[in-house]
């Protein structure tokens, strides 16, 4: 990633078309940049949080980075302002690292069940050359609604150590498929379940009337 150093506010420099960013960590300064704001998307998309950049500035390449926050505007939903954190490819680091669910889980194929997917990515510690951008959750284990893959069962890349969530939380298990009634019941108990990630949960059908009525109302 190619950057130049800023000398003006962050406004000035997205008023001329630039994107505004700071690097700092692994023991030196706080610097302001200027990022080219296609590019930067482009390799954003590409590597996300957890894949090492090779930061040049001014011409003169300064290290590894990670993308370590984005900030966007609230309305038009695009990148305003990026931190950039310095890597020292000596020390161990932490970072956040997502789930790639892979295969297919035989109790939804062959039960009718449905997944549930409660965690999305891990926060791991490792020295930064055994970094990897995502680790993969192989679904074909899960033959019945007993089965489950907790933190502890991931099957880790060497020098990777998951640090959060703990051992015991669950990432993915199949259940039986849930009603209209079943979604409702749980909604209204409380309990702790993001139905939003259950593939299969139907709609309940007075939300759908709802829905329509608020839209016939913003047509009229």
């Known amino acids: ?11 000035k420099s ?6 505004p960013a700071v690097a700092y960590g692994a023991g030196n300064d706080t610097i302001s940049l200027d990022l080219n704001y296609p ?32 900030q966007y505007d609230p309305v038009k939903d695009t990148p305003t302002h990026v931190d950039l954190r310095r890597i020292d490819m000596n020390k161990t680091m932490e970072a956040p690292v997502v789930l790639h669910f892979i295969g297919e889980a035989p109790a939804v194929k062959e039960m009718g069940g449905t997944l549930v997917q409660n ?14 951008s995502f680790i993969e959750v192989n679904l074909s284990g899960l033959k019945t609604f007993d089965d489950g893959i907790k933190v502890k069962d991931l ?9 959060s969530p703990h051992g015991d939380a669950l990432v993915t298990k199949v259940i039986a498929s849930l009603t209209e ?40």
């Open 181 to 220: 009634e079943d979604i409702k019941a749980m909604e209204e108990a409380g309990k702790n379940m993001d139905v939003s990630k259950i593939e299969s949960a139907v709609k309940p059908k007075e939300d759908e009337a709802a829905e329509g009525e608020a839209a016939e109302k913003k047509a009229e």
């Open 39 to 70: 590019e930067f998307l482009k390799l954003y998309k590409q590597a996300g949080d957890s894949s090492l950049i090779d930061l040049e500035i001014d011409g003169k390449n300064i290290g590894k980075v990670l993308v370590h926050d984005v």
């Open 155 to 163: 099957v880790l890349p060497a020098g990777i150590k998951v640090v």
């Open 1 to 11: 990633m190619k950057a130049v150093t800023r000398t003006m506010k962050g406004e």
């Open 119 to 132: 965690i999305s990515q891990v926060d791991v510690e490792c020295l930064p050359k055994d970094l990897v």
């Open 14 to 19: 997205r008023e001329k078309g630039s994107l």
